[in-house]
């Protein structure tokens, strides 16, 4: 299977966390803000070319630098 | 017994109202992530003891990942877990990301009052929690507050002696993500809405296109109000009092006053044709007080009526998102929009709240940026002031020439700074609505602040330039400053009096323009220098603090070496 990340899906797709790169700490900082592996999310936007995405996880709307959402490797649905 | 009482909860949860409505000490609460950078304290009564409170800044989970988050861990654990009490505050339109918190804290074994706030605000997005049954679960008491109106403070207070602390466990956090699962599967219940006007408001303002157009009249939208608003105040309040009702009594008390001697100097100052200019006489009593209350108060109340309205509204970290793109050639991510935004306010909130940024870097760049770009309020006034009879086109290249420095100095810290800057990752809140009541409060309260630290400040230092002025003291030090400020900026030797006293204060600095018969140009060049020069003393206070030693010699060196390159600059461009 081809592994995507945030930043290259499109707005409005539904998709499921399958993991988060770049080291620990990120991943445990998103894990505390409720973005973990399984999780279902959905992207709302993603701002000009190299700007961030906004995603939706449970009730909270977070945005993630575009390094960031490169790192949250996520399947479709 | 408990001596002490912790709040704690994620950020923007309402923990600084919770704390407000415990101890009736009044903080700064808005709507983003990241309000409380310092920990605040105050007492609250429990069975005739007073017990401190301590209102932590917030943090996602016992492990942190911020300079704020560590300062909040960090005092949690400086007591004994017997003597606290832990009132974990947890938004309820959120439960689910807020439980992790919420587990933590019983796993580690600390005593826990849940408190679940914003119940109001929960019920009206269809989202309904069955507080029993999580009690149950928690094995703590829960109870449902809306601190913004004051529901279930009451209850709060008389529960906290039940919080105990129950024997512990050390699951992973991905663990306890399965346990919050099964928990929000219990006790929540979600209404199945239609996309409500706010909802769509809230997606269309962090879409590129909307939310772009958005930005961009929600700015100019603000600029004109605090415009329409400060004029209004003056031209409708304050002009009139000093003009009709002042200035009549003190005309009375100068010609009563035979000697025109040291006193009157001090006091009145000088007469401008035979009469009291409040903007030139230059007195204790005459411009001293006009500065502070006639030209930068109304600006003041203004500002941060609008500042208040958005930061309540939840729009700050929606304009973050848009600018990250920019602010991250700056060396900065989209979050630094805060601070800058405080900062056009006053710059000490300003500086003090660029620790919502992650790295020491992005600290430094910060407070630098704002401490040579970004004028406050008192400043801005007076520039209207000064420029605005000129015509939009000199306030307007104030305005630019600082936008253009902030760009600039950015880029160049940003590639010649070791290190690179952090990612960007934040919650965005959704819209809310602040009670009138509590948005008065927090107006009167900052208004308040303005006026209780500056008034003195102002009134001692026209006092104390005057001394200077009648003795001739400043002769001295213009005469050393005189070849700089003449040759390099192209302004008269009175001026380095002006450009000193801007350590002080900004405001009382630009109105030491104000009489030295400037042509428009070598008063656009002052009131420029004035706003890259150097911070006032305040601010460099807290620059000292924040940045330490060797920072703030660093940051000083780049505001000197700026502020001669574009005061040249300017001068032999514009003036010759």
């Known amino acids: ?77 | 017994m408990i001596k002490k009482i912790y709040l704690i909860g994620n950020p923007n949860v309402g923990k600084s109202v919770i704390f407000s409505r415990l101890t009736g000490v009044q903080v700064i609460s808005s709507n983003y992530p990241g309000t409380t950078v310092e920990v605040a304290k105050g007492y609250l009564r429990l069975d005739n003891e007073k017990v401190e409170v301590v209102d932590l800044p917030g943090t996602y989970s016992l492990d942190p990942t911020s300079k704020a988050e560590e300062v909040s861990v960090s005092l949690l654990k400086e007591f004994p877990k017997e003597e606290i009490a832990v009132i974990n505050i947890v938004d309820s339109t959120n439960l689910e990301r807020n439980l992790l918190l919420t587990l933590q804290l019983i796993g580690e074994g600390f005593p826990v009052v849940v408190c679940m706030n914003m119940c109001d605000d929960a019920g009206h997005r269809g989202v309904h929690i069955n507080i029993a049954k999580l009690e149950e679960l928690l094995e703590a008491p829960v109870i449902s507050t809306c601190a913004l109106t004051g529901v279930g403070i009451k209850l709060l207070t008389e529960r906290i002696k039940e919080a105990a602390s129950v024997p512990g466990d050390k699951l992973t956090h991905q663990e306890r993500w399965l346990e919050i699962g099964k928990i929000i599967e219990e006790v929540q219940h979600l209404e199945h809405r239609h996309h409500t006007f706010r909802e769509i408001m809230e997606d269309a303002s962090v879409r590129p296109v909307t939310g772009l157009i958005m930005a961009g009249a929600i700015i100019y939208a603000a600029f004109k109000i605090v415009r329409f608003i400060g004029e209004g105040i003056i031209n409708h309040i304050t002009d009139p009092v000093f003009i009709n009702i002042y200035q009549p009594i003190l005309g009375k008390l100068s010609t009563y006053w035979q000697e025109k001697g040291f006193w009157f100097h001090l006091l009145i100052g000088d007469l401008i044709n035979g009469k009291i200019d409040f903007k030139q006489s230059l007195g204790v009593l005459t411009t001293a007080p006009y500065i502070e209350f006639g030209m930068v108060l109304p600006y003041v109340v203004s500002f941060y009526f609008i500042l208040s309205l958005l930061e309540d509204i939840g729009y700050l970290p929606r304009l973050a998102v848009l600018l990250d793109n920019l602010l991250h050639r700056l060396g900065l991510h989209g979050y630094a929009v805060i601070p800058v935004l405080l900062g056009f306010g006053c710059n000490v909130p300003g500086i003090l709240s660029t620790r919502v940024l992650e790295s020491k870097r992005e600290r430094f760049i910060a407070s630098t940026i704002i401490s040579i770009g970004v004028p406050c309020v008192p400043l801005q006034a007076m520039i209207f002031g000064l420029l605005g009879k000129f015509g939009g086109f000199y306030v307007g290249g104030v305005y630019l020439v600082l936008f253009s420095l902030v760009i600039i100095l950015g880029i160049i810290l940003n590639r010649s700074l070791p290190g690179y800057s952090p990612e960007f990752l934040l919650e965005i809140p959704p819209y809310r609505f602040p009670p009138l009541l509590m948005f008065w409060k927090k107006l009167y309260f900052r208004v308040r602040g303005f006026l209780v630290e500056a008034t003195p400040v102002v009134l001692l230092g026209v006092c104390f330039i005057n001394i200077l002025l009648y003795f001739k003291l400043f002769d001295f030090v213009t005469a050393i400053f005189a070849p700089i400020i003449h040759d390099l900026f192209g302004l008269p030797k009175e001026a380095v009096v002006a450009l000193a006293i801007g350590f002080f204060r900004k405001d009382v600095a630009v109105g030491m323009l104000m009489p030295l018969g400037l042509s428009v140009n070598q008063l656009f060049i002052g009131a420029t220098l004035l706003a890259i020069s150097f911070p006032c003393v305040a601010s460099f206070v807290v620059l000292a603090k924040e940045l330490g030693l060797k920072g703030v010699i660093k940051s000083t060196l780049i505001m000197i070496g700026i502020s001669i390159i574009v005061g040249a600059l300017l001068h032999f461009t514009i003036l010759r």
């Open chain 1, 1 to 77: 299977m081809k592994r995507i990340s945030l930043v290259q899906i499109k707005s409005n797709e539904k998709v499921k966390i399958l993991e988060i790169l770049g080291g620990s700490n990120l991943e445990s900082k998103l894990l505390s803000m409720g973005v973990y592996k399984g999780k279902p999310v959905v992207k709302l936007s993603h701002i000009g070319l190299k700007g961030p995405v906004v995603i939706k996880a449970g009730r909270s709307i977070l945005a993630l630098g575009h390094s960031v959402a490169e790192k949250v490797i996520v399947e479709r649905e």
